[in-house]
């Protein structure tokens, strides 16, 4: 059966002739009627992301902050930024230690960057009672909005996964870019376009392949840009991979019910995501006079004391509970699970 996104994308190729991969990724994803996150009511149906697996994640990411928070003097002013809050679960676990442990000694505001009306609903749900004030808005308002004085943090967890990418492959020594077309029975394959004319020198001279998203380079510009002006830090932690050293790999996928399925199948009902070339982002920070620092899941929450955390927790709980905990501790640390395949990368103003 044919997704309601389907008739757009052919008429879409039809008026084109392709559809470039982020073209494609942007429609099946954020399309204003038929995107996936557009209609997504929660994103445990498909995946689950580090906050959901475990309270030791959002823990030792609180931990970070309030480590900068001091570094910065303990300012009265902290604003949080989300990008991509998901359920609401990492911004309902960080509200709460977050307000604990600053909330005596300064003015916290969480501000949640979420275009998708569905899982806003399902947001405001989960933080009705949130111990400090908390609203949405899109980055522009919450660029403005966080506080003159004051310290801003901006957490993005499995958001730059999502930014529609461009793919490009080199055949017979000439870069092409690949596309989206459809034959004529409306069957939808990868296909390639013309000859690519415009300047491909930024492209690995080692590699046959090469992904790049302008958007994340974008996002990541609009945080360096707070940073200008007032202390902070930000978090980003996603997939990823510093840039490889024996070339790039076709990293776009399509995850369906938990499910991974081909890429131009069930569209606008999967995910689709790619992984974050983190190289690219260091050296786009090394332009900044900001410290940045890139590590693996594994070494970021081992550093602040997830299992000195884990071993307090375990004293505390059931049975079924410390075993919760103990696979959900392994999940997100594990070099075979998450712990290497994710990484972190940290940029502050100290």
């Known amino acids: 059966m044919k997704s309601p996104l389907y008739k757009q994308l052919i008429k879409s190729i039809g008026e084109k002739g392709h559809l470039t991969i982020a073209e494609y990724m942007q429609q099946c994803l954020y399309d204003a009627e038929h995107g996936f996150y557009t209609n997504l009511s929660g994103i445990t149906d498909h995946f689950v992301t580090a906050p959901e697996i475990s309270q030791l994640f959002s823990e030792m990411l609180a931990i ?17 930024i989300e990008l991509g809050p998901g ?22 505001s969480y501000i949640l960057v979420e275009q998708s009306p569905a899982l806003q609903e399902r947001q405001k749900n989960r933080l ?51 596309c989206v077309t459809s034959d004529h029975a409306g069957k939808l394959f990868f296909s390639y376009t013309e000859e690519l004319t415009h300047a491909t020198s930024q492209f690995p001279q080692n590699s046959h392949f090469y992904e790049y998203c302008p958007q994340a380079h974008e996002w990541f510009d609009h945080i360096l840009s707070i940073f200008k002006y007032k202390p902070g830090a930000c978090v980003i932690v996603d997939y990823g991979f510093d840039t490889p050293s024996d070339g790039y790999q ?45 590590t693996t899941q594994q070494e970021f929450l081992t550093q602040h ?5 884990l071993e307090r927790l375990l004293t505390q709980k059931t049975i079924g509970e410390r075993t919760a905990l103990i696979q959900g501790a392994h999940r997100l640390t594990a070099p ?15």
């Not at 309030?66 to 009265?76: A, D, N, S």
Request: charged letters at 15%; glycine letters at 6%; aromatic letters at 10%.
């Open 336 to 350: 075979d699970q998450m712990g290497r395949l994710f990484k972190v990368l940290l940029c502050a103003t100290d």
């Open 87 to 108: 359920n609401g679960t990492l911004a309902h676990d960080m509200t709460r230690i977050l307000s604990q442990h600053l909330g005596p000694y300064c003015q916290l």
């Open 250 to 294: 076709d990293t776009l996928q399509a995850i369906y019910q938990h499910l991974k399925v081909p890429p131009l199948s069930h569209c606008g009902r999967s995910d689709l995501t790619a992984h974050v070339d983190f190289g690219a982002l260091m050296k786009q920070a090394a332009h900044h006079p900001f410290a940045t620092y890139l």
């Open 128 to 178: 009705k009672d949130a111990p400090c004030p908390v609203q949405w808005t899109n980055w522009q308002q919450a660029s403005t909005l966080s506080y003159a004085s004051g310290c801003t943090f901006i957490i993005a967890n499995e958001f730059f996964d999502a930014l529609p990418i461009h793919q490009y492959e080199k055949i017979s020594n000439t870069w092409f870019e690949r």
């Open 305 to 309: 004391g997830i299992m000195l955390r």
């Open 64 to 80: 970070h902050l309030i480590l900068k928070w001091e570094r910065f003097g303990k300012p009265e002013a902290v604003t949080l």
